[in-house]
């Protein structure tokens, strides 16, 4: 995943390694509820919990955030890294016999 700093202030972009929508774009407010549990909707709602963002906008492979007043990008990178990370310390890993 690269970050990277948008042309418009309190604005930064994250290219990252898979499609979240397609050819679709998704656009996110803080304001509004998240009905969804869709890839875009699961991004918004990470980058939302922080409480640095207020605007999330899902393009394909593209995830531009706008930052809350005085909040910086700390972090944010990470959290999505994490997103779908599904075996992280402490989890379990499912075993032959723990399907039958």
Known sequence: ??????????????????????????????DEPIWGHRPPDEVARVMFESG???????????????LSSGANADGLKELLEGLYIHYKPG???????SFS
């Open 1 to 30: 995943m690269i970050q990277k700093p948008s042309a418009r202030h309190g604005m930064v972009r994250f290219d990252t390694n898979r499609s979240f929508t397609g050819m679709g774009h998704e656009s996110y407010s803080v």
């Open 91 to 97: 989890v379990e890993i499912p075993t032959e016999e």
């Open 52 to 66: 640095k963002v207020d605007k999330v906008h899902v393009y394909g492979q593209s995830i531009s955030v706008e």
